[in-house]
């Protein structure tokens, strides 16, 4: 049995206990929040006893292993480095970081605590974004990905109220890219590694942030290009493009149905079924990686949660957003 703390009393947190309850070695033990009352009130709804306002004690508690981080992004990397510090093990909410120094010094406390790393990107574990993995090599050479994630935020109705909420303040290290634009890019990475150029643009709110944009990726024999947005929504697919074919999945958070239409006319549903929850994957990973002794996913590993941030980096200083947390790294 793992014994998990929580970081964060949000919707995401209610969705990730949902589903990580259907694990079998995994333990809600404790609950972090800033207010006492909110702690409590959400431990109770887990049935949960041990409650936190301080992080420097839950990190010390003797009563979990291992901590949930799904505070904003600008926190990341502390809260995770003072649980690792404490031989605590992290599965931290995407983006891992707000910049590629912070997840440097993360990936280093890791490594010297020996301690499990690993960022909750949670489409590259799902049995569909397997199956688009495994069945690459049916379209031939790959020359193009492209992928879509625009959805049309309600927060945003409340910055056009003149009510700034979190999702577009730069002190948190949010925006489109970060937010959602990197539900398309993780799987690019995964699916083809490092790429050679980078080409960003975005529109920028009033704060700063990105309100939606576009990122290319350049690889020596093909380009991924994706599209994001949290002022509008699109409601097209995304795909791979091989010179034999096509796999073309509905949408990437997540997955459900994903077809090859080979250039011959020939279509083939390569659909998985899904039994468990999204989130239910990313936990599945983790407990397994806990219990064997290793400290890294060959999944969400921490060689691609990097490239990812560095992508991420170069990205946002070509549209022009800057973090807080950017100028603190010097």
Same mark, same amino acid.
């Given at each position: 049995?793992?014994?998990?703390?929580?970081?964060?009393?949000?919707?995401?947190?209610?969705?990730?206990?949902?589903?990580?309850?259907?694990?079998?070695?995994?333990?809600?033990?404790?609950?972090?929040?800033?207010?006492?009352?909110?702690?409590?009130?959400?431990?109770?709804?887990?049935?949960?006893?041990?409650?936190?306002?301080?992080?420097?004690?839950?990190?010390?508690?003797?009563?979990?292993?291992?901590?949930?981080?799904?505070?904003?992004?600008?926190?990341?990397?502390?809260?995770?480095?003072?649980?690792?510090?404490?031989?605590?093990?992290?599965? !931290?909410?995407?983006?891992?970081?707000?910049?590629?120094?912070?997840?440097?010094?993360?990936?280093?406390?890791?490594?010297?605590?020996? =301690?499990?790393?690993?960022?909750?990107?949670?489409?590259?574990?799902?049995?569909?974004?397997?199956?688009?993995?495994?069945?690459?090599?049916?379209?031939?050479?790959?020359?193009?990905?492209?992928?879509?994630?625009?959805?049309?935020?309600?927060?945003?109705?409340?910055?056009?109220?003149?009510?700034?909420?979190?999702?577009?303040?730069?002190?948190?290290?949010?925006?489109?890219?970060?937010?959602?634009?990197?539900? !398309?890019?993780?799987?690019? =990475? =995964?699916?083809?590694?490092?790429?050679?150029?980078?080409?960003?643009?975005?529109?920028?709110?009033?704060?700063?942030?990105?309100?939606?944009?576009?990122?290319?990726?350049?690889?020596?024999?093909?380009?991924?290009?994706?599209?994001?947005?949290?002022?509008?929504?699109?409601?097209?697919?995304?795909?791979?493009?091989?010179?034999?074919?096509?796999?073309?999945?509905?949408?990437?958070?997540?997955?459900?149905?994903?077809?090859?239409?080979?250039?011959?006319?020939?279509?083939?549903?390569?659909?998985?079924?899904?039994?468990?929850?999204?989130?239910?994957?990313?936990?599945?990973?983790?407990?397994?990686?806990?219990?064997?002794?290793?400290?890294?996913?060959?999944?969400?590993?921490?060689?691609?949660?990097?490239? =990812?941030?560095?992508?991420?980096?170069?990205?946002?200083?070509?549209?022009?957003?800057?973090?807080?947390?950017?100028?603190?790294?010097?």
């Amino acid at each position: 049995m793992i014994r998990f703390g929580i970081i964060g009393t949000n919707w995401i947190t209610d969705r990730f206990l949902q589903a990580a309850s259907g694990h079998p070695d995994f333990q809600l033990s404790a609950v972090y929040s800033r207010t006492k009352e909110r702690a409590m009130d959400f431990a109770a709804k887990y049935g949960v006893s041990l409650t936190f306002t301080s992080l420097e004690e839950m990190a010390m508690s003797s009563d979990i292993d291992a901590v949930y981080i799904a505070s904003p992004n600008s926190y990341h990397a502390e809260q995770a480095i003072l649980f690792m510090n404490h031989k605590k093990h992290v599965l !931290c909410e995407k983006p891992i970081a707000s910049n590629a120094s912070e997840l440097r010094k993360m990936i280093q406390a890791a490594k010297e605590n020996n =301690v499990l790393l690993m960022e909750a990107l949670k489409t590259t574990f799902l049995p569909n974004f397997q199956s688009i993995r495994d069945n690459l090599s049916k379209i031939g050479p790959v020359r193009r990905y492209f992928s879509s994630y625009c959805q049309y935020s309600s927060r945003y109705d409340a910055y056009k109220e003149g009510n700034v909420l979190n999702a577009f303040k730069p002190e948190f290290s949010n925006g489109s890219l970060m937010d959602i634009g990197v539900y !398309c890019l993780y799987p690019a =990475v =995964v699916l083809f590694g490092k790429p050679n150029e980078i080409k960003a643009s975005g529109l920028l709110l009033e704060t700063g942030v990105d309100a939606e944009g576009s990122l290319i990726l350049k690889y020596e024999d093909k380009e991924a290009v994706m599209i994001f947005s949290k002022i509008t929504n699109s409601f097209i697919p995304s795909e791979v493009q091989g010179e034999e074919g096509s796999i073309v999945f509905d949408k990437l958070n997540p997955p459900e149905d994903v077809k090859i239409y080979y250039r011959n006319g020939e279509i083939e549903d390569i659909s998985c079924a899904q039994t468990e929850p999204p989130m239910y994957y990313e936990t599945k990973e983790f407990i397994e990686l806990i219990k064997t002794g290793k400290r890294e996913s060959s999944i969400n590993s921490l060689e691609y949660s990097l490239m =990812v941030m560095e992508i991420l980096d170069e990205a946002r200083r070509q549209m022009g957003v800057v973090y807080p947390s950017d100028e603190m790294q010097g």
